[in-house]
């Protein structure tokens, strides 16, 4: 692998055959080739897994396995995205995830929806205030800021100064979990259910934070099938969900800025090349 640093995107040297076909995909021009193999700039990547769509077999990402990492700590706390629940069929209640997370091996759950539903909370008040350079662009998803850094640094300005719903959740859950069980933080694990690379970037070197109160990270693909298995076994038998309409929006395009519920006028651009688009439109003005 050419750099296990920070990123969670890789591309394996050995496998390469120099095509060039992930270079003509990668917004940030972060991949060179060098000897006829790819390699990826570091400085330069945002983490946004354009290069695993096109390369699937050749690129992957550092998260953890979901098993594994429940031995690493004495209290696990599994902190599901939004976007987890629309990735299960005819689901009629949170709680039938929540519990199946439980029985995989969980000591608790807290759902970053709640989180999020905070972070909407203090976005309106800030939006209140004319010194924020507008248009305001969310500070959600790290690879948008990421690519701002790397590609539209004049546009840094106007990057909402709010730490993300993941960032949140991990930093409540922790304290919640303090309080509750009375273990040193070193032994309480809160590990994010991830569904793209950005977001394991994000914790390991997050942007504007320091470090983050997320210990690790399992996709989504990898935690899919045991975790559908454990939802079919029985109903739940506890009522775990804490989130509403407004924090489960954030799963939709367009519904972080849905929940804001203000006339304010925004624009939802999903998809590296729109982002792009309408970033390089603000650039020109
Ligand atoms: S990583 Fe894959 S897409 Fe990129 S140059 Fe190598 S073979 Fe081609
Ligand atoms: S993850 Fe995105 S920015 Fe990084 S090398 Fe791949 S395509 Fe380029």
Request: overall charge negative; glycine content about 6%; aromatic content about 4%.
């Amino acid at each position: 692998m050419d750099r296990p640093s920070v990123h969670s995107v890789t591309l394996n040297r050995e496998l390469c055959k120099g095509c060039i076909n992930c270079i003509k995909r990668c917004p940030t021009e972060a991949i060179r080739v060098r000897d006829g193999k790819a390699a990826i700039i570091s400085e330069r990547c945002v983490d946004c897994g354009e290069c695993i769509r096109i390369c699937p077999h050749h690129a992957k990402r550092a998260v953890s396995d979901p098993l594994e990492v429940l031995d690493r700590y004495a209290y696990k706390i599994a902190l599901p995205p939004p976007s987890l629940y629309v990735q299960f069929n005819n689901l009629d209640e949170q709680d039938v995830v929540l519990e199946g997370l439980l029985r995989l091996g969980f000591d608790s759950v807290f759902e970053v929806a709640r989180a999020a539903e905070l972070i909407s909370e203090a976005t309106r008040r800030l939006m209140q205030s004319r010194d924020l350079p507008r248009p305001v662009i969310s500070s959600a998803c790290p690879a948008v800021t990421r690519l701002i850094c790397v590609r539209f640094p004049q546009l840094m300005d106007h990057i909402l100064p709010l730490i993300s719903p993941m960032e949140l959740a991990a930093r409540m859950a922790k304290d919640e979990a303090i309080r509750k069980t009375g273990l040193p933080p070193t032994e309480i694990g809160c590990i994010f259910i991830t569904p793209c690379p950005a977001k394991v970037s994000a914790i390991h070197a997050p942007i504007g934070s320091g470090e983050s109160a997320v210990d690790a990270a399992v996709a989504v693909k990898d935690i899919y099938p045991p975790l559908l298995s454990a939802m079919k076994k029985a109903a739940p038998v506890e009522y775990l969900a804490g989130a509403g309409r407004i924090g489960l929006g954030w799963g939709e395009s367009g519904g972080e800025a849905a929940a804001l519920m203000s006339t304010e006028r925004y624009l939802a651009a999903d998809g590296i090349e729109n982002v792009i688009r309408v970033l390089s439109d603000l650039e020109d003005e």
